[in-house]
């Protein structure tokens, strides 16, 4: 049996990130096997074939040609023992099948319940499909509403003189986006979305869908082909009218079911006393029907067929929607969540992570995704960094995400249709695809690390089916307190030992009630049930309440999470600030291993008093800090000596690109050289013999670029040094590279894609200052 050192340094491939895998352009099988190997040897062991716009006419979805690339993409897959997710919309949201359960059947559009206002003396016209669900006369009375229901009848033959109200039960229109030209939103070829609150509808969608993809694939499910992956199904369809509210045939009697009343249903449009309360009932029912009609039924199907339902609901906080999915999952795009402007912690979005995590945790489900990085990048389309994307990964683990879906591989960047539809391509076409071996070991460890672990937080946020409270606990965040958001309506599942609520492997002494979360009366009567033996109950964020670890001095940017894995203790620690953090942390343990994500190496913490231990975290870094007696680690050197310091000139460079000399030898920004640099994306070389005495060849260790974009590779003396990512550029130099005499530095530098996809003359290239030092 492998030990959990090993199995940390080489994680299983079931931990890969799995990638959307954008089918855009013309497909070949020759170039479908092509890039499955190009993700297979740079550590991806597992894609998402994701249709999307740009796959030309000719090639129908789910066609006999479309399925045959499918046929060919799985068979490689399963020869190199990847695995395969399939997507089940042509392009999203989820529900349609491109737009074919609507040509079969009419009446399976998606569908919105509309409030009509009818002036006196007019009539009411009902249009092709539309139903009318209720007629009312309200009028607002001191912000209530006083409501008299109408008959139809008494509506034609007598007419009242006030103002009445038709709720109309009528076609949203709605569309998805497609995958061929001319399907996008608001082109007229885009394809109706179908009604996910109808079980009808949802049934044709599995026939066309899923049960297509088994007649053609069958064979592989359950073992290449591990999950269906469903997408923000939007139950109006995009580009409905904002005046519509999510409906089917005989909803109304759902919203009854749930405490409704036929004279509310104006309380959906009106602001009234009632209106919170009202519309938190109606979004029930809405949620309701569609886990139990759509959701279910996937999953129900998945079931049966050996895979997993993973994928995620249309919100960032529909924590509710998640209880069908084997795998549940959530999304990070638009850059909602950023490291600037605070949009880590506060707003809904920010609770993405958690919202899969959590529910993952209490369902007993062992893994949770997040599709991620789609348009995240800061200042234009292509701008997306390698620094950004490290900083993502980690803000995703230390919420205890464990499977990592980035968003996207494009199959074809060709022409900007392709290039730049939901920007930027973060795999092989972009500027890291050289490293990115890298970045799929980084995903792989921390999969592994928050898979088959029980999470040691003490707090449990209550939370509702969608609505979890953000701003609020950001304070839990920076002073390094551990929680998870638990969703009321799994009290029901819960216990209560010795002032602990027990649900699944979670134990929690402490349960935040806050005052903003709507709590159902059933909830708050369980609170008191809780308190009565010996549980904590807070109405709001205590300042005292027991973080996972404490820092000295504090730091609000260091983000923390304690997991138990076969019986043994690791904190993932990651910096989501700017700045680097050295001090102390103190844990309850006697002895400490730092194990390095990024890198694999691992050494012993030297312990400063009892139960504190020295803690560097650079920016863009993470750690974990492991409780252990093992001797087996590297032991920390410590130095006394006055520091040594060689400042390289900023002239005199050798500066070459595919091996021809460049006119320039100072270190400026490539933008500067001339026109023909302005937008130029790639890789130039630069190298500098460096003369260093014997003394300065056994001091020195380190070498700092200074500033540079974006990428650097460090070559001294023909022996390669290692890869920086993102800034601060430094390398430490081992034992016995520099000699004395001259020492030839070679610095591979690559810039950002954005220059050449964008046309902006970001700035690219090594700057400097660059440094030798002890």
Request: charged share 25%; with cysteine; hydrophobic share 35%.
């Amino acid at each position: 049996m492998t030990t959990l050192r090993e199995q940390f340094l080489h994680p299983p491939s079931e931990f890969t990130p799995i990638p959307f895998w954008f089918w855009n352009d013309q497909l070949t099988h020759e170039e479908i096997k092509r890039q499955i190997h190009q993700f297979y040897e740079k550590g991806i062991e597992g894609f998402v074939i994701h249709p999307r716009l740009g796959l030309p006419k000719s090639i129908r979805y789910l066609s006999d040609e479309f399925m045959s690339y499918v046929r060919t993409a799985v068979a490689e897959a399963s020869c190199l023992s990847m695995s395969v997710m399939l997507y089940d919309e042509a392009m999203y949201p989820s529900g349609s099948a491109h737009g074919r359960v609507v040509q079969d059947d009419p009446m399976f559009a998606s569908r919105g319940l509309e409030m009509i206002e009818i002036q006196p003396g007019e009539t009411l016209r009902l249009g092709t499909n539309e139903r009318l669900v209720s007629l009312q006369i309200i009028d607002v009375v001191n912000e209530d509403l006083a409501v008299q229901n109408l008959s139809l009848k008494a509506f034609k033959t007598d007419p009242p003189s006030k103002v009445v109200y038709a709720f109309v039960d009528k076609p949203s229109n709605g569309t998805i986006r497609g995958v061929h030209a001319g399907e996008d939103d608001g082109e007229p070829e885009a394809p109706a979305s179908a009604d996910l609150l109808n079980p009808l509808a949802v049934q044709s969608f599995i026939h066309h869908t899923h049960d297509v993809y088994k007649q053609s694939v069958g064979k592989w499910m359950g073992t290449t082909i591990t999950a269906f992956f469903t997408d923000e199904p939007d139950i109006l369809g995009r580009n409905a009218p904002e005046s519509l509210r999510p409906w089917t045939e005989n909803f109304l009697e759902d919203f009854i079911r749930l405490g409704g009343k036929e004279e509310e249903l104006g309380a959906l449009w009106f602001n009234c006393h009632a209106s919170e309360k009202v519309r938190s009932r109606f979004n029930q029912a809405v949620n309701e029907r569609l886990s139990t009609v759509y959701y279910k039924q996937l999953a129900s199907w998945c079931e049966e067929n050996g895979l997993a339902l993973t994928g995620h609901p249309a919100a960032s906080t529909d924590i509710g929607l998640l209880k069908h999915f084997h795998i549940p999952g959530q999304d990070v795009v638009w850059r909602w969540v950023a490291p600037e402007d605070h949009k880590a912690l506060e707003g809904p979005h920010s609770t993405a992570a958690k919202c899969g995590a959590d529910a993952a945790r209490h369902a007993g489900k062992r893994r949770n995704l997040n599709e991620f990085l789609g348009v995240c990048s800061k200042d234009g389309d292509w701008t997306l960094t390698a620094d950004d994307m490290k900083w993502y990964i980690d803000w995703l683990a230390v919420r205890g995400v464990n499977l990592f879906c980035p968003h996207a591989f494009y199959y074809s960047v060709t022409g900007k249709e392709r290039s730049h539809e939901r920007p930027p391509d973060v795999g092989m076409h972009n500027s890291w695809w050289p490293y990115y071996n890298q970045f799929s070991t980084y995903m792989k460890r921390l999969s592994w690390l928050m898979t088959d672990s029980v999470n040691q937080a003490n707090v449990a946020v209550l939370c509702t089916e969608n609505d979890l409270p953000s701003t609020s606990i950001k304070s839990l965040y920076e002073h390094q307190v551990e929680f998870n958001y638990l969703e009321e309506n799994l009290l029901d599942q819960a216990l209560i030992e010795e002032g602990t609520l027990v649900i699944g492997y979670q134990r929690y002494q402490t349960v935040l009630a806050l005052e903003e979360v709507n709590l159902k009366e059933e909830t708050k009567e369980w609170l008191r049930s809780f308190q009565k033996h010996r549980g904590r109950v807070l109405s709001n964020v205590d300042p005292r309440l027991e973080c996972t670890l404490k820092l000295t001095p504090h730091s609000d940017k260091i983000r923390v999470t304690h997991v138990k894995k076969a019986g043994q203790s690791f904190y993932l620690l990651v910096n989501e600030g700017e700045e680097r953090f050295e001090g102390t942390c103190t844990v309850p343990t006697s002895s400490l291993q730092a194990w390095n994500p990024w890198t694999g190496n691992i050494v012993h913490v030297r312990q400063r008093t009892h139960h504190t231990f020295e803690c560097e975290l650079g920016r863009r870094e993470s750690i974990i800090l492991v409780s252990t007696k093992d001797t087996a680690a590297k032991k920390r050197i410590d130095t006394d000596h006055a520091r040594v310091c060689i400042d390289i000139p900023s002239e005199g460079w050798e500066i070459t690109c595919n091996e021809e000399q460049i006119g320039e030898t100072k270190l400026t920004s490539w933008t500067t050289w001339g026109k023909e640099w302005s937008y130029f994306s790639g890789t130039v070389q630069y190298g500098i013999k460096v003369e260093l005495t014997e003394e300065q060849c056994v001091r020195l260790n380190k070498l700092d670029a200074g500033a540079l974009f974006d990428i650097a590779e460090l070559w001294i003396n023909d022996i390669h040094i290692g890869n920086k990512l993102w800034s601060p550029f430094q390398f430490f130099i081992p034992d016995g590279v520099l000699k004395e005499g001259q020492n030839q530095i070679a610095l591979i530098v690559t810039n950002s894609k954005a220059n050449e996809m964008d046309q902006v003359a970001r700035a690219s290239g090594l700057i400097g200052p660059v440094l030798l030092s002890d």
